[in-house]
């Protein structure tokens, strides 16, 4: 994946704030402050029910008048048509994701398959609003929990019950992840595929392990447990670091790494015992729960400023 490179680039997340504040007067406002970027949403059940042209005008706005960039999208929530109506075990409710997910991506013509309802909405994303897109989020906050101890999920996947967002196994949301990453890296290449606002490294460790098969292999066959551990907790407890031969160690860039060896990851041959290496020591601290933000609703976009085009930076492909 070709790295970012950009400037870190200040913004806002954008969201409801109560009558007369709409998306353009927010965005308008962020670019005065001094802003570059904005976080938006594109709900499928929003855009089923306004139509696929309802946020151009504003999308237009936010790019071209006020030179907003590399904006990011959070991708999701079914119209009820398109919504997986099972409810998991433990759930009150049905399923938040898509149906169908584990229909074909593709047809044979290299199309898009329109059976499969999530595909077929990343697909028509990319060709009405991928232009002013640079980072698609899956879900937002796919691992929000309320009063739940989530230490667990280093050793088992999440329960539906316990992603409030989601309520699902959490290999239907790695489908997502994929589909996504196949839609967007045809048609938006330039463009990155992320999770939606993940709180807790012990859900970035479950991604991690498992794959979006849930019956025949759901654990990576060449996951190493160590490396997962890792992932989740370099970048928060090593400061200064160097990688040697692939492995991240918590040394001055002047220390020699030695071969990593089974948990807990010890990658440093010699360190100072103020800077320890890698573990997962720190997974056991209890989580503090986090407000969501899966209540805010997109507003409706005004009429377009005279002559407003944003440019092109991602094809616009028929399918």
Not at 49 to 69: M, P, S, V, Y
Not at 71 to 95: K, W
Not at 294 to 310: D, E, F, H, I, M
């Given at each position: 994946?070709?790295?970012?490179?950009?400037?870190?680039?200040?913004?806002?997340?954008?969201?409801?704030?109560?009558?007369?504040?709409?998306?353009?007067?927010?965005?308008?406002?962020?670019?005065?402050?001094?802003?570059?970027?904005?976080?938006?949403?594109?709900?499928?059940?929003?855009?089923?029910?306004?139509?696929?042209?309802?946020?151009?005008?504003?999308?237009?706005?936010?790019?071209?008048?006020?030179?907003?960039?590399?904006?990011?999208?959070?991708?999701?929530?079914?119209?009820?048509?398109?919504?997986?109506?099972?409810?998991?075990?433990?759930?009150?409710?049905?399923?938040?994701?898509?149906?169908?997910?584990?229909?074909?991506?593709?047809?044979?013509?290299?199309?898009?398959?329109?059976?499969?309802?999530?595909?077929?909405?990343?697909?028509?994303?990319?060709?009405?609003?991928?232009?002013?897109?640079?980072?698609?989020?899956?879900?937002?906050?796919?691992?929000?929990?309320?009063?739940?101890?989530?230490?667990?999920?280093?050793?088992?996947?999440?329960r539906p019950a316990e992603t409030t967002n989601t309520l699902a196994p959490i290999y239907h949301y790695i489908r997502t992840l994929r589909i996504t990453w196949e839609i967007v890296k045809k048609y938006c290449p330039e463009d990155y595929v992320t999770p939606g606002?993940?709180?807790?490294?012990?859900?970035?460790?479950?991604?991690?392990?498992?794959?979006?098969?849930?019956?025949?292999?759901?654990?990576?066959?060449?996951?190493?447990?160590?490396?997962?551990?890792?992932?989740?907790?370099?970048?928060?407890?090593?400061?200064?670091?160097?990688?040697?031969?692939?492995?991240?160690?918590?040394?001055?860039?002047?220390?020699?790494?030695?071969?990593?060896?089974?948990?807990?990851?010890?990658?440093?041959?010699?360190?100072?015992?103020?800077?320890?290496?890698?573990?997962?020591?720190?997974?056991?601290?209890?989580?503090?729960?986090?407000?969501?933000?899966?209540?805010?609703?997109?507003?409706?976009?005004?009429?377009?400023?005279?002559?407003?085009?944003?440019?092109?930076?991602?094809?616009?492909?028929?399918?």
């Open positions: 994946m070709r790295p970012y490179t950009a400037d870190f680039g200040y913004g806002c997340n954008m969201g409801y704030y109560g009558s007369g504040w709409d998306d353009e007067h927010l965005a308008s406002a962020i670019s005065k402050a001094g802003g570059q970027t904005i976080r938006v949403t594109l709900p499928d059940q929003f855009l089923d029910k306004w139509g696929w042209q309802a946020r151009q005008a504003a999308f237009d706005h936010h790019t071209t008048n006020l030179g907003l960039r590399e904006l990011v999208c959070f991708v999701g929530e079914p119209s009820a048509e398109h919504r997986d109506q099972t409810v998991y075990p433990g759930c009150r409710e049905s399923s938040k994701l898509f149906a169908n997910l584990y229909e074909p991506i593709w047809l044979a013509d290299s199309t898009v398959n329109p059976r499969n309802y999530y595909a077929a909405y990343v697909y028509r994303l990319t060709q009405t609003y991928g232009k002013h897109i640079r980072f698609w989020e899956v879900v937002n906050e796919p691992d929000f929990i309320t009063d739940v101890s989530n230490k667990e999920w280093l050793e088992r996947a999440p606002g993940l709180g807790y490294a012990e859900y970035l460790d479950a991604l991690l392990r498992y794959t979006d098969n849930p019956v025949a292999a759901p654990l990576r066959p060449n996951f190493r447990p160590e490396a997962g551990r890792i992932s989740t907790w370099w970048t928060t407890m090593c400061t200064p670091r160097t990688t040697c031969a692939g492995a991240i160690c918590c040394t001055p860039a002047s220390t020699t790494c030695a071969t990593p060896t089974t948990p807990p990851l010890s990658c440093c041959a010699t360190r100072p015992s103020s800077r320890p290496c890698c573990t997962s020591t720190a997974s056991t601290a209890k989580p503090t729960p986090k407000s969501t933000s899966s209540s805010r609703k997109p507003t409706l976009a005004a009429a377009p400023p005279s002559g407003a085009t944003a440019p092109m930076r991602c094809s616009a492909t028929s399918a």
